[in-house]
């Protein structure tokens, strides 16, 4: 799987949108690009992916790239409850749930 | 969506011990489960994928003999730390996707994580 970066950290504050950036330069035609996120001491939860267009859904927005080689995550109006860490993931057509996760971006909230 | 379950959320274990860790999926069949670990303020890093009916696949570095991982039924996977050494303490985590026809569910569900203690 193709390895993709993100920054290490962002804050927002409460009730603003939130842009969070992620770059796999070295995407393949058939990788989708899935973003997961993680609580304090939970397991990750699914948030959104896509292929190549953009994608909006009850938690975030997905806006990827024409060239696919970049891609952002949107939540549009940031809570507390967004803190988290957030995982952009390349994830192969074979789609067996196998997921390699890379550092991720630690996402602070402000009231 | 699907439920992925883990049991127990916490365990303390004495050193020299085997803790079993079990992850089950809810409402639905899992042929293939996946195990994680991750220390504090880390990433998770996958194990192993457990395959239902056949013997687990390591990731590199992951003793198969310490980690071992059971698959016995479409909806239950088990990893067991045998003889547990306080640097195996760590928070475990599962996942699964549900199987449509030929192609696996899109998204992958986590169990909760299990925090292990060795001491």
């Known amino acids: 799987d193709a390895k993709t970066t993100q920054p290490n950290s962002m804050e927002s504050n409460e009730e603003e949108p939130v842009h969070l950036p992620c770059n796999h330069s070295t995407i393949s035609g058939t990788d989708y690009i899935h973003w997961y996120r993680q609580l304090p001491s939970q397991g990750p939860e699914y948030v959104i992916h896509?292929?190549?267009s953009n994608v909006n859904n009850r938690m975030a927005s997905l806006a990827i790239a024409e060239d696919r080689k970049s891609s952002t995550l949107i939540l549009h109006r940031a809570t507390l409850r967004d803190a988290a860490v957030y995982y952009c993931i390349l994830h192969g057509s074979s789609n067996t749930g196998k997921l390699i996760f890379g550092q991720g971006t630690t996402l602070q909230v402000k009231p | 969506g699907a439920v992925v379950s883990q049991h127990p959320s916490w365990v303390i274990c004495k050193s020299g011990t085997s803790v079993k860790i079990e992850c089950r999926s809810l409402?639905?069949?899992?042929?293939?489960m996946f195990w994680y670990r991750q220390f504090p303020k880390q990433s998770l890093m996958l194990m192993a994928t457990?395959?239902?009916?056949?013997?687990?696949?390591?990731e590199q570095g992951v003793e198969k003999d310490k980690f071992l991982i059971n698959h016995a039924s479409l909806t239950l996977s088990t990893l067991t730390v045998t003889s547990a050494h306080p640097e195996d303490s760590s928070f475990y985590i599962c996942?699964?996707?549900?199987?449509?026809?030929?192609?696996?569910?899109?998204?992958?569900?986590f169990g909760q994580g299990t925090r292990l203690t060795v001491v």
């Open positions: 996942s699964a996707s549900p199987r449509t026809g030929s192609y696996f569910y899109t998204e992958a569900f």
């Open positions: 896509g292929l190549t």
């Open positions: 409402d639905f069949q899992a042929t293939t």
């Open positions: 457990s395959n239902e009916g056949s013997k687990a696949t390591y």
